[in-house]
Structures are given as C-alpha cells and as structure tokens.
C-alpha cells in the first residue's frame, strides 16, 4: 500500500521565518511528488518534482526531491501570513492516483 | 475556463436521505476523482475514473456511488447518508500527460 508521510503535522512561526516542511514517500513505481497549499477552500498546486536534485521555485518556496532517500522538502523563505495554509504533500504512481500525506498546517504569526 | 466546479457547496442531508453531488470541468480532461477530506485525515480517494463510461474504487468507496456518462462530468451519490458521511468533498480531474489534480471549490456536507 502507498503510503506519503508529512512532518512536522503542525508549525507555528513568526513573519519572516524560514521554514522547512518535509514528505517522505513510499509509491509503487513512483512517477512524480506534488505540493498543494491549501487555506479555507481547495488544494492549489504548487509544484510536481520527477527528477531527483531538481529544485523547483516559485518566489519564496522551493521544493526539492531525493529519489534515493525517497523525500522531498518545501522551503518558504521570509515568511508571511499569507503563507498560513495546509501543505499537503502527494505521492503519484503508475495507477493514475495520488496519495496524500495528511498535511502539515503552518500557522504564521505577526 | 470556469476549471472544476462543484455542485452543491453546501447541504445538509438527514439520516437516511439521498444525494446527488456533481462534477463538472472544463479542460477536457480524461481523468476525474472524487475525494472526503476530514479533520486529522487528509484527503482520502472515494472514487475515480479514467474514461468516459468507467469508474473504479479508491481508499474509501463503501456507501458511495459514481458515473461518468460524459467526459466533463462525474457525479457523487450517496444513497442512504449516514452521520459518518459528513465531511468536506472535493472533486478533481487532471490530464492524460501530467498528474497534477485540479480540485474543484468542495462540497460541505452535514449528515444530521
């Protein structure tokens, strides 16, 4: 069975912290590993990683995937409070599905 | 490009009642899922489908119907709702090229 765990399950830091959330992942026949924020409504994507070393960036957040270690990390840097979400890491396989991790919620005080 | 919405946002059902949740993407998407997500549980697969016509059980399918009659629409229904049914309900579809899901807005909804 597929199984995505995230940690920590729940972060609370002050603006302009640098944080590190973590995704450790075991698929079978592993094809990508998906990041998704989300606040009081749907999950948005964020990135997909398939090759292991490649950082992904997009402004403050950075993602990067260990395809031997079989994790992935998600940086925010300086954080804000509009960074206060769920991040949901996901796991996709060769059966047309996604495992998600339960989430870490990251809470961002002024 | 409305994306994926959803149909209803919210309802409240009693014990017992029927529902229909519905759907429905713009993107031509082969691919469409049905997801409950929960406090502590994170988003967990009701159901999905890889074609017009076909359907498959996820994680949790047990109390669950679906069908795809067309390719933009995928419908969620309960048929006897019970208390643990209640839940927020996400729907998403992705392409045949890539998986990254797109998640409709949800559905909340309470089983009195």
């Known amino acids: 069975e597929d199984k995505v765990v995230q940690s920590p399950l729940s972060l609370v830091v002050h603006e302009g912290d640098t944080v590190t959330l973590n995704c450790s992942y075991e698929v079978t026949n592993f094809r990508s590993l998906l990041w998704y924020k989300q606040e009081k409504k749907a999950p948005t994507f964020l990135f997909m990683l398939?090759?292991?070393?490649i950082e992904k960036k997009s402004g403050r957040l950075s993602s990067i995937l260990d395809k031997k270690e079989l994790f992935s990390i998600l940086n925010i840097t300086a954080t804000q409070t509009g960074d206060s979400a769920i991040y949901l890491c996901a796991g996709g396989g060769s059966n047309y599905k996604l495992t998600f991790g339960k989430g870490t919620l990251l809470t961002v005080n002024p | 490009n409305a994306g994926v919405t959803q149909t209803p946002k919210f309802r409240v059902l009693k014990t017992g009642q029927s529902m229909t949740l519905l759907c429905a993407q713009d993107m031509n998407h082969e691919y469409m899922y049905w997801y409950r997500q929960d406090p502590g549980m994170g988003l967990r697969l009701i159901h999905y489908s890889v074609g017009e016509g076909t359907t498959a059980k996820g994680e949790v399918p047990d109390g669950y119907n679906v069908s795809r009659l067309k390719k933009q629409n995928f419908l969620l229904g309960l048929e006897s709702a019970a208390p643990s049914q209640t839940s927020v309900y996400f729907c998403?579809?992705?392409?045949?090229?890539?998986?990254?899901?797109?998640f409709g807005p949800g559905t909340r909804l309470t089983v009195l």
């Open positions: 998403a579809s992705r392409g045949r090229d890539s998986d990254t899901q797109y």
């Open positions: 398939t090759s292991s070393g």
